[in-house]
Every structure is written in structure tokens, then in C-alpha cells.
């Protein structure tokens, strides 16, 4: 492939997406001096191709018809690391059978909008259980920070050719929106079963049904299925994970601090913003030896209720392909190490929720809401009440509460001082017109299923493939997705030689 790479303006840069093909497209932002780095497509003098050129923009994967296939395999799990494991299998020609709790995107769509307005919990069917998984309802950002697991390109493409938009082949922070992301899942069930995998919604898996050989990518919330593999012997152990809330600013603040706004030219700032869309962040610093970070930033997105649990509080991020609210959320979190055993990372992740919910609960007194415990960003840090809370896209409502005070003493004073910090680089970030919403607890596994390195079998039941976030290989979409196909690829090089 024959390419030029160009860094431009954003300006010049809009001109040269609109007419050529891209590769890649990153955006540097760390100078007042914005620049867009593009890398397009030439011909063999270096000539930009155009947009519509007739090149394939991949090879298109090809899919297996398994219907009658003498070999089948079970997966656990319908979320990226299952789905990409069941397109793997269709692949190698290897009968896909998945088994979801949940309910199919459509369904599950109806019993999240009912936890927006607090109308209950479905603990069967919300943002962690269903088509998809956790990330069905979710910002979508497919970039991994772990470059080893495999070929990422080829997840892009995938997600590409089951629908997800042209930006996803070449932008280095590709997102695809929680708008487009279900029909993306649809079509992927879709081509499951028309090539002859079954998909079983409303089934709950547990480690008695194991028969065949099986795909294990149960997320990191079943807490019930963890506890029963546990009782059954299934090798494990409490791993390093992270903890903390869920930070949101107005994002015109946000653009204004990343992208160098002065306000003496509002002509230019806005064109700016509508160039390079709503700036995002990404934050880092060390406390007392420990990672404080912030986490699935969210721009113009929403802050939502994430609990799989009922009497459980948990926050997460979205936002539509567009990401044109006028909030900016993103996890703040700091790296933690539960001690003990698996289940006592379990129980201790557990405990951290049900306080954020009864602290919530102090004042909606409301079983079914969803209400979260908030506090002003600034209160937060200098330990003062919050009197009132500013707007916030949460939807079921954020109610006053002193995280300062309740939060775990290796999170929420560490959590106070990476703010200040944060404030040290972008001054205007600690500002009391943002909010912290607690807890951001499920960015991470607690705990982890031991498996053999090469060929991804659990260490006390071969029949077992671990895979995915919940067993603590992977963190996000494309990581998951990637830690699927590799499952996947060695469960059916084991089946198709034996
Ligand atoms: C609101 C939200 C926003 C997010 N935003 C992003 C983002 O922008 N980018 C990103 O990279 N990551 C994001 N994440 C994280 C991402 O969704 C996860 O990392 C990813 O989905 C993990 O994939 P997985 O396949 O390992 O597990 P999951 O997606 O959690 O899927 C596990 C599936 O297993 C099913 N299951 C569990 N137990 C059983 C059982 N016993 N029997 C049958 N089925 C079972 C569940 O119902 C679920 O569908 C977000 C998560 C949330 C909740």
C-alpha cells in the first residue's frame, strides 16, 4: 500500500478528507497550534487516490456455512468477545452455539429506558446484560491501549462491514455512538444464524451445563456465575483493578481547555469545535505510588446507570456517533489491589456499590430509582457539603452526598489529590460547575481466571476457555473482541486436530 502523510491545519485538513482516502487521521491537540495528521492513500507515483476509488477498502471475511458442521462449540456471552468468538468459529467452520441471559437489543432497550425513569431494575437486562453486552449501550470508542493481543485493523473491519461508519478504518480515536452500535449487533446475530449458529436469549449458563468445549466471555458483572465456577474449582484469583466516579463538565469548558480557546474570536472557536468535533481528554498522574486516571472519556455524551444489581449504584459513559451533548463525562479512578481471594474482590467491589446506593437512597428513599450520590467537584476536593448540584445528563437524578467522606480511604482522598493535579495542567478543570457521580467501580475485573498462555484453557477445566473482560484479559471493546477471536482461534484448532 502506497501512502503520504500529511500534517495540516484543521482547515486544510477538512479539504483533503473530503476529497481523498484516508488511512489514518489523528488529531494533536496539545498545543495552542492545533494540528490534524493524515495519512492517505496514493497511487504508485504518490498521487492521493480520490474518495470513491475503486480499491476494496478490505478483504471481506469469509463465513463458513455451519449448519451441518461436524463440529460445535458452546460461548458464554454475546458481548464483543463472544460475538467476535462466534465469528471466529463461522471462520474456521465451527458451529457457533451462544448462550445470552439477557434479552436481544431490542427488548433490552425497552428495560434500560425503564431504569432511566426509575421505574426498577431488570437485574437479567440492562446496560451489562444482553446482545451485545456492555458495550451495546455504550460510547463505542474502539481503540486499545494494548497493541500485543492481535490485529486490530481486522476488529475495525469487522465492526465496518456489519455497518459501523467509514471513520472507524481510519480514525485513531474511532467511536461509533450507541446509536448506531445495536443494528451493528443486529446484523452480527444475523449472520451468526444464517450461517447456522443458534443464539439462546434468556438463558442463564452455569458451570453444571458444561459439556462442550466452551467460550467463557461472561463480562465482569456476573458476579453469581463467578461464585459458582468458584464453588466448582475453576482457577482464579483477585487481580488488580481500579475504582472511583464518574467526573462531568459543561463541554464547552472541556473544548475550551483541550483545544486552546481564548473567546477572543468566537467565529474561529466555533468553527474549530465543528472541525474537530467535542474535545475528549485523557489524564494521568501518580499518588502516593498509585495510577489516578481518568477512563472512557465521554464527549457530549451522557453519564448513565450501569448496576447489574439491584440495591447498587453504578455509573458509566455513552454518547451518540455524533457526540453533541452539551456534557463532557469521563471515569476518574484509581488503580486498587483487593486483597484475599477472588470472591473477597467480588464481595469488596460489592460492598463499595451497595454503600453508594444506600448513601443515594438516604435521601430518594425510593427502591426502584437509580438515583446517584453526587457532590460538586470542587466541594469534593476541599471536603465541603454540596448545597446544590449543577445540571447533569444523568437521567434517573444525582442527589447530594459527601463521596468525600465515603468513599474507601485508598480511593477518595487519592481521587481529591489527582484533581489537583489535573487542575495544575488544564487550569479551570476543578471547577464546582462539574460534578463527580459515584461510583465508577466496573472499569476493570477484580479478579482474573487463570488459563494456559498458548492455548487459552482454563488451568482446572480444559472444556473451558476464559475469554474477554470479565475474566481480567482484556478492558474495553476492541481488547475484548481481539481476546475472542484468539479463544476462539485456539478452540478450534483443538476441536478440528482432535
Ligand atoms: C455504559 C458502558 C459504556 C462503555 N463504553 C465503552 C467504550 O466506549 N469503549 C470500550 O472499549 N469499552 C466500553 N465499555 C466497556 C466494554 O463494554 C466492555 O469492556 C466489553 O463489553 C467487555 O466485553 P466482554 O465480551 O468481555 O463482556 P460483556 O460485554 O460484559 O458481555 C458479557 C455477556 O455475558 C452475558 N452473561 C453473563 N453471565 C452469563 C451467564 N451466566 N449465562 C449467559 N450469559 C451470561 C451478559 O449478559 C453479557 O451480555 C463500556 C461499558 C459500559 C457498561
Redesign the pocket.
Known amino acids: 500500500m502506497n501512502t503520504q502523510q500529511l500534517i495540516l491545519t484543521p482547515w486544510q485538513a477538512k479539504r483533503y478528507e473530503e476529497q481523498y482516502r484516508l488511512v489514518k487521521r489523528s488529531v494533536d491537540a496539545r498545543q495552542r497550534d492545533i494540528k490534524v495528521l493524515l495519512t492517505l492513500l496514493t497511487d504508485i507515483h504518490g498521487n492521493p487516490l480520490p474518495k470513491d476509488a475503486p480499491v476494496p477498502l478490505y478483504d471481506e471475511p469469509q463465513f463458513k456455512d455451519v449448519h451441518n458442521a461436524e463440529h460445535q462449540a458452546c460461548i458464554?456471552?454475546?458481548?464483543?468477545?463472544?460475538l467476535f468468538a462466534a465469528l471466529t468459529m463461522l471462520e474456521h467452520g465451527v458451529k457457533p452455539i451462544i448462550?445470552?441471559?439477557?434479552k436481544d437489543v431490542s427488548a433490552r432497550k425497552r428495560d434500560i429506558a425503564k431504569v432511566s425513569k426509575n421505574e426498577g431494575l431488570n437485574a437479567e437486562s440492562n446496560?451489562?446484560?444482553?446482545?451485545?453486552?456492555?458495550?451495546t449501550?455504550?460510547?463505542?470508542?474502539?481503540f486499545?491501549r494494548s497493541k500485543k493481543r492481535g490485529n486490530m485493523q481486522r476488529v475495525m473491519e469487522l465492526f465496518h462491514y456489519f455497518g459501523a461508519p467509514d471513520t472507524v478504518l481510519y480514525e485513531a480515536h474511532a467511536?461509533i455512538g450507541s446509536d448506531c452500535l445495536p443494528a451493528i449487533i443486529r446484523r452480527m446475530r444475523e449472520c451468526i444464524i444464517s450461517h447456522g449458529g443458534e443464539i439462546h436469549f434468556n438463558?442463564?449458563?452455569?458451570p453444571a451445563d458444561l459439556a462442550l468445549p466452551t467460550i467463557l466471555?461472561?463480562?465482569?458483572?456476573?458476579h453469581?456465575?463467578y461464585r459458582q465456577l468458584y464453588n466448582e474449582g475453576v482457577a482464579m484469583e483477585a487481580k488488580g483493578c481500579a475504582m472511583g466516579v464518574r467526573v462531568e463538565h459543561p463541554q464547552s469548558l472541556i473544548n475550551t481547555l483541550m483545544y486552546h480557546l481564548t473567546g477572543q474570536d468566537r467565529q474561529h472557536d466555533e468553527q474549530l469545535v465543528s472541525l474537530l468535533g467535542n474535545a475528549s481528554y485523557s489524564l494521568v498522574t501518580q499518588v502516593q505510588g498509585k495510577g489516578v486516571y481518568s477512563f472512557?472519556m465521554?464527549p457530549g455524551g451522557h453519564i448513565?446507570p450501569?448496576s447489574s444489581d439491584k440495591e447498587s449504584c453504578v455509573v458509566?459513559?455513552?454518547s451518540a456517533n455524533r457526540r453533541n451533548s452539551p456534557y463532557a463525562n469521563s471515569g476518574m479512578v484509581v488503580e486498587c489491589h483487593p486483597q484475599g481471594t477472588a470472591l473477597d474482590a467480588l464481595t469488596w467491589q460489592e460492598n463499595i456499590e451497595h454503600t453508594a446506593w444506600t448513601e443515594a437512597q438516604k435521601i430518594v428513599v425510593n427502591p426502584l430509582s437509580a438515583a446517584a450520590p453526587a457532590q460538586r467537584l470542587q466541594d469534593f476536593v476541599y471536603g465541603i457539603r454540596s448545597e446544590s448540584l449543577p445540571a447533569c445528563s444523568y437521567l434517573p437524578d444525582i442527589v447530594p452526598s459527601r463521596l468525600d467522606k465515603w468513599l474507601p480511604k485508598d480511593v477518595g482522598p487519592l481521587l481529591r489529590q489527582g484533581f489537583l493535579d489535573f487542575e495544575r495542567k488544564h487550569k479551570g478543570f476543578l471547577t464546582n460547575d462539574a460534578v463527580v457521580v459515584g461510583v465508577e467501580s466496573?472499569s476493570s475485573s477484580p479478579i482474573r481466571l487463570l488459563r494456559d498462555k498458548e492455548t487459552y484453557r482454563s488451568l482446572s477445566h480444559p472444556l473451558l476457555y476464559p475469554?474477554?473482560?470479565?475474566?481480567g484479559y482484556?478492558?474495553?471493546?476492541?481488547s475484548?473482541a481481539l481476546?475472542?477471536q484468539n479463544a476462539a482461534t485456539q478452540l478450534c484448532l483443538h476441536v478440528l486436530n482432535s
Request: hydrophobic share 30%.
Open positions: 458464554v456471552g454475546s458481548g464483543p468477545a463472544g448462550i445470552e441471559r439477557g446496560y451489562c446484560f444482553g446482545e451485545g453486552g456492555a458495550g449501550f455504550s460510547d463505542g470508542k474502539l486499545s467511536h438463558t442463564l449458563w452455569s466471555a461472561i463480562g465482569h458483572s456476573a453469581d456465575t472512557c465521554c448513565v450501569a458509566n459513559g455513552m466496573r475469554c474477554g473482560e470479565g475474566a482484556a478492558g474495553g471493546i476492541t475484548s481476546d475472542g
